[in-house]
């Protein structure tokens, strides 16, 4: 494996791998500020609303949403063997075992991705988008229905920036399988299991809380 270039701004390896995984970390904090409003938005709804959020929580699809759940974990399952492989790197039958383990964690993403979108389009034949088509079949009073709404722009506007997220995940492991160097293995890797993360956080709130009662 050929020892990465070492930028004239540092002394030695180990103080510029510090210094790309600290930027790395730095930036996934920054991306927190994106999700972190949705978050605090539904805890604010779930206080004020509980029955209407439990309500919306019944239209959510659990099957699909745990089969992603599933799906996602095992994509950074794959993941992290990529970036074993991409480490070890002594010769090209590391380098292409790398390679194929980033193209499956492509492909569960893209698979996330096709079940998220069908999850999608179930829930616009069901008219569940929020604004003027918003009709959900149980929605009770307009103080329900409003409630109901609420929730369901929150689901989009989380569910849609996680996609996003993880569309450039899967695009970034497609440019890596045409070389995949340690160290931009492992930058992508904290990348995905951000990503993965933050599904782990949307999926109860989105398809299991409150879910039984009413």
């Known amino acids: ?27 996934l904090s920054s ?14 709804l779930r206080m004020h609303h509980p ?11 659990m099957l699909l949403g745990t089969v992603n759940t599933a799906v996602l974990l095992t994509s950074s399952f794959c993941m ?22 980033l193209a499956l964690t492509a492909a569960l993403g893209i698979v996330f991705l096709a079940i998220k979108g069908i ?14 088509g918003f009709h959900p079949s149980d929605g009770g009073d ?20 996680h996609a996003l997220h993880l569309f450039i995940g899967v695009s970034a492991c497609l440019w890596l399988m045409r070389g995949p160097r340690a160290e931009a293995v492992e930058l992508v890797g904290l ?10 956080v949307l999926y109860p709130l989105l398809y299991l809380t409150l879910r039984s009662g009413g």
């Open 1 to 27: 494996m050929n020892a990465p270039v070492l930028e004239p701004q540092f002394r030695d390896h180990a103080q510029q791998d510090f210094a790309r995984s600290f930027g790395m970390w730095v930036f």
């Open 31 to 44: 991306e927190l500020l994106f999700f972190g409003p949705l978050l605090f938005g539904y805890l604010y």
């Open 51 to 61: 029955e209407a959020t439990g309500m919306a929580s019944r239209h959510t699809d």
């Open 80 to 101: 992290a063997l990529a970036g074993h492989a991409a480490q070890k790197g002594n010769d090209m039958r590391d380098r292409r075992r790398a390679a194929r383990l």
């Open 119 to 132: 999850e999608w389009h179930r829930e616009f034949d069901e008219h569940l988008f929020p604004g003027v």
């Open 142 to 161: 307009a103080g329900t229905v409003y409630g109901m709404e609420l929730f369901f722009l929150l689901y989009f506007a989380a569910t849609g920036l």
């Open 191 to 200: 990348y995905w299991h951000f990503v993965d993360v933050v599904w782990i």
